[in-house]
């Protein structure tokens, strides 16, 4: 049960401070107390343990609590020691956390969905719990009555949910990577738009209501930034992950973005940079630099007595082009490419080797990582996933902040 401590050495990539090891299955949910040295965890194994660091740097569960079904998605509010529970079954279970952390009263529990929960966020203004699941739902609770307030459903499972807590707008993502801007009402709910972009499903999002900034993971390796408060809805694009994104944290005062992968990688990208939109794809019979039909336009093969190419297209300027007129691959940061991609060979020529250099730094987890929450007053992470592992970094060597960090191997 116990964790193991890792020294500190200075260095420009994230610092592992802790190793929490103890759950018999995969954990779900990892979040660390504001101000303390201590972690909450939810489990697949049925438990919910909150570990607190002993004076001998060790860390034990000071609570230890076995529920009837897999944990699948926890909440907690620190001020008022509110502690949610999604589970496989589709409740959610509300807890209150004693001041020294030590005990775990069990409060209620919300009839939320009829199969697994995927994301809860609890609102302390209007006493809601949000939550969205596999029965393809979104819903929203009266804490006070723990009654259901309202349901919307969609077209493929809820997978995951963001909040804007002063316009009451909820942003949730879906396995048909589609997102869904909706305003809530007490008991009724308006859809307001839907963001289209990524070709796999979404599996993470984070909301920055000051910026008015969404940004969404996928299982498309990729994650784009939605400018919801302006600039026509602009969208960037990253690129740099080789597994689906998990997790997602946008730190507003450093401008800078922390992702982390299925494979183990965690990036930091540089957000605070005038970066350039990637294009929409061009669409044509012919290639747009050597004029040759592609395979489908017979009537130009035809006539011109040619063999039709395949199609591909030029990750910088969008035209449809021909495998000889994009020989070359290149990275190209600004528009979030930081691996190469297929360009164009006139692309290519003007891309200079500055513009090669990357926005975004790569580490490794060493682990498989399915969850990820940041403490950003304090820059530090914490990492979990089906290897059953838990792991706490100093993110203040590579993201910026000179904060003075917690869970430091005094």
């Not at 020294?100 to 203004?125: G, W």
């Amino acid at each position: 049960m116990a964790a193991e401590i890792h020294s500190r050495p200075q260095s420009s990539r994230p610092v592992l401070l802790s190793k929490v090891e103890g759950h018999q299955d995969v954990v779900s949910a990892a979040l660390l107390i504001p101000k303390e040295d201590g972690v909450i965890t939810a489990s697949e194994d049925r438990t919910i343990r909150v570990w607190l660091k002993r004076d001998s740097g060790q860390y034990w569960p000071s609570i230890y609590h076995t529920m009837s079904s897999p944990c699948s998605a926890m909440a907690y509010h620190h001020d008022s020691r509110r502690i949610f529970v999604g589970q496989d079954n589709g409740a959610i279970m509300e807890f209150h956390v004693s001041e020294d952390f030590n005990k775990m009263n069990f409060v209620k529990t919300y009839p939320a969905h009829q199969n697994r929960v995927s994301a809860i966020i609890f609102c302390l203004t209007s006493e809601w719990v949000i939550s969205t699941g596999h029965d393809k739902c979104v819903s929203w609770m009266c804490t006070r009555s723990g009654s259901m307030l309202g349901r919307h459903y969609f077209t493929s499972w809820a997978s995951c949910l963001q909040y804007d807590y002063e316009t009451q707008h909820a942003f949730v993502g879906d396995y048909s990577g589609q997102i869904t801007l909706l305003k809530l009402e007490q008991n009724t709910c308006s859809v307001i738009t839907t963001l289209k972009g990524h070709e796999g499903s979404i599996t993470s999002l984070w909301w920055d209501p000051v910026q008015r900034l969404l940004f969404s993971g996928a299982s498309d390796h990729s994650i784009i930034m939605w400018d919801i408060g302006g600039r026509k809805g602009r969208t960037l694009l990253l690129q740099g992950h080789h597994d689906k994104v998990q997790a997602i944290c946008y730190i507003q005062l450093t401008r800078q973005l922390v992702s982390c992968s299925a494979d183990g990688g965690i990036a930091v990208w540089n957000m605070d940079i005038s970066r350039e939109e990637a294009p929409q794809w061009l669409e044509s019979d012919s290639c747009q630099k050597c004029e040759q039909p592609f395979f489908w336009n017979i009537k130009q093969m035809w006539d011109t007595k040619t063999l039709g190419l395949r199609q591909h297209h030029c990750r910088k300027c969008g035209q449809a082009v021909c495998g000889k007129c994009s020989t070359k691959r290149s990275s190209y940061p600004i528009m979030g490419f930081e691996f190469q991609v297929r360009v164009c060979d006139s692309c290519f020529e003007s891309i200079k080797d500055e513009d090669r250099t990357s926005l975004a730094t790569f580490h490794e987890g060493k682990h498989n990582i399915s969850h990820m929450s940041m403490d950003i007053a304090r820059g530090l992470m914490v990492t979990c996933g089906s290897d059953r592992v838990v792991k706490i970094w100093d993110m203040t060597p590579v993201v910026g902040c000179s904060l003075a960090t917690g869970f430091s191997s005094r």
